[in-house]
């Protein structure tokens, strides 16, 4: 899905009182929001999906797998994001994975 169909389709659920060009606008302040807190250092959660953070990695030394030489890895920083166990679990169960419970199943723990 890219942006423009996140934007359409949120202007499908909203319905004709806004033009997508409005759904447009919102989805990119929302989206400079999560980048600009990101930046700063920030983490974010959005209850039922799930936190972006942005952790310190130390630096460390790790191997070369080709040659087996060891290579210095700086420090740094990442965003991450971790999917809620709600989302993980809606995930699963719109994937067809095998073994995947039924919404009924899950909420009877069956």
Same mark, same amino acid.
């Given at each position: 899905?890219?942006?423009?169909?996140?934007?359409e389709?949120?202007a499908?659920?909203?319905?004709? +009182?806004?033009?997508?060009?409005?759904?447009?606008?919102?989805?990119?302040a929302?989206?400079?929001?999560?980048?600009?807190?990101?930046? +700063?250092?920030?983490?974010?959660?959005?209850?039922?999906?799930?936190?972006?953070?942005?952790?310190?990695?130390?630096?460390?030394?790790?191997?070369?797998?080709?040659?087996?030489?060891?290579?210095?890895?700086?420090?740094?920083?990442?965003?991450?994001?971790?999917? @809620? +166990?709600?989302? @993980? @679990?809606?995930?699963?169960?719109? @994937?067809?994975?095998a073994?995947?419970?039924?919404?009924?199943?899950?909420?009877?723990?069956?």
């Amino acid at each position: 899905m890219t942006k423009a169909d996140l934007v359409e389709q949120v202007a499908d659920v909203i319905g004709p +009182r806004v033009t997508k060009k409005d759904c447009g606008l919102v989805v990119d302040a929302f989206l400079n929001a999560v980048k600009d807190t990101l930046a +700063r250092g920030d983490h974010i959660e959005i209850r039922g999906f799930g936190p972006f953070k942005v952790p310190h990695r130390k630096a460390c030394t790790a191997r070369n797998p080709r040659r087996g030489e060891p290579v210095e890895v700086p420090p740094r920083v990442a965003p991450v994001f971790k999917p @809620s +166990r709600h989302l @993980s @679990s809606r995930v699963d169960r719109g @994937s067809g994975v095998a073994g995947a419970k039924e919404p009924f199943e899950a909420a009877a723990g069956l």
